[in-house]
C-alpha cells in the first residue's frame, strides 16, 4: 500500500532551526510537497521537489532524496506564527496526492 | 498564487437537512477540483474528484448520493450534504490544480466548518 510518516508532533524554540521528515513508499513519484496548515484553516503551499537536492525559500528549505524515499522540511530562525501542521504530501504514478498525517510544530518562546 | 475561493466557512444546520458547499478557482480555470474531509488532528482525506462536465469520481467508502458533487463549469464545483447527520459533522476542504502554474500545485480553498446538530 502507499504509506506516508511524518512525526506527529514536535516542540522547538523561537529563533531556532527545527528539521520535520517526512519518508514515503508510494506507487510511483512525480514530486512531493510541503503544505503548512493552521489549526481551523485549509492547507497553504510551501515547497514542491521532483529532483534530488534541496530547495531553499526563505526561512523554508526542503530536501528530497528519491533513492530513500525520504523529505525533510528545514525552518530557520523560527517565529510563534510558524506553530501549524505541516503536510508532506507525494504526488503517485496515477498523480493523486497522497498525505501524510501531518506533524504538529508547537513553538516556544 | 491562484485562488481558491470556498463558501460558507462555518455552517450549522439541522439533522436531515442538506447543505451546499462552493468551490470556485478565481483565477484560473480547474477541469478538476478536489473534495477533501478532515477531522480533528487528522489528515486530509479525499473524498472525490470532481471533473467538468462529467460525473465525479469518488473515493471507496464514500456514498456518492450522500455527497452530490456537481461540477458545471471551469470555476465552480460544489459539493451537497444530503440528509446531514451529525457523523457528517466535519472540516470539508476543497482544493484545484492550477495546472498552468509551475509545479501544478493544488491551491486549497478556505475550508468549511459544518456542524450538524
Known amino acids: 500500500g502507499q504509506n506516508i510518516d511524518q512525526p506527529t508532533e514536535m516542540t522547538a524554540t523561537e529563533g531556532a532551526i527545527v528539521q520535520i521528515n517526512c519518508t514515503y513508499q508510494t506507487s510511483g513519484f512525480n514530486g512531493l510537497f510541503w503544505y503548512q496548515q493552521h489549526a481551523g484553516e485549509a492547507p497553504t503551499f510551501l515547497s514542491y521537489?521532483?529532483l534530488d537536492g534541496l530547495e531553499e525559500k526563505g526561512r523554508f528549505s526542503s530536501f528530497l532524496s528519491r533513492s530513500k524515499g525520504y523529505s525533510y522540511l528545514l525552518l530557520k530562525e523560527l517565529q510563534m506564527k510558524d506553530s501549524a501542521s505541516y503536510l508532506c504530501?507525494?504526488?503517485?504514478?496515477?498523480?493523486?496526492?497522497?498525505w501524510g498525517a501531518g506533524t504538529k510544530l508547537i513553538i516556544k518562546p | 498564487g491562484a485562488v481558491v475561493s470556498q463558501h460558507p466557512s462555518r455552517v450549522i444546520c439541522k439533522s436531515g437537512t442538506s447543505v451546499k458547499i462552493e468551490c470556485r478557482s478565481l483565477?484560473?480555470?480547474?477541469?478538476?477540483m478536489f473534495w477533501y474531509r478532515q477531522f480533528p488532528k487528522q489528515s486530509l482525506m479525499l473524498m472525490a474528484t470532481s471533473n467538468e462536465g462529467s460525473k465525479a469520481t469518488y473515493e471507496q467508502g464514500v456514498e456518492k448520493d450522500k455527497f452530490l458533487i456537481n461540477h458545471a463549469s471551469l470555476t465552480l464545483s460544489t459539493l451537497t450534504v444530503t440528509s446531514a447527520h451529525p457523523e457528517d459533522s466535519s472540516f470539508y476542504i476543497c482544493?484545484?490544480?492550477?495546472?498552468?502554474?509551475?509545479?501544478?500545485?493544488?491551491?486549497f480553498g478556505q475550508g468549511t466548518r459544518l456542524t450538524v446538530v
Open positions: 521537489n521532483v
Open positions: 483565477d484560473f480555470q480547474a477541469t478538476t
Open positions: 504530501a507525494v504526488k503517485d504514478s496515477n498523480y493523486q496526492l497522497i
Open positions: 482544493s484545484a490544480r492550477d495546472l498552468g502554474g509551475d509545479f501544478a500545485e493544488a491551491f
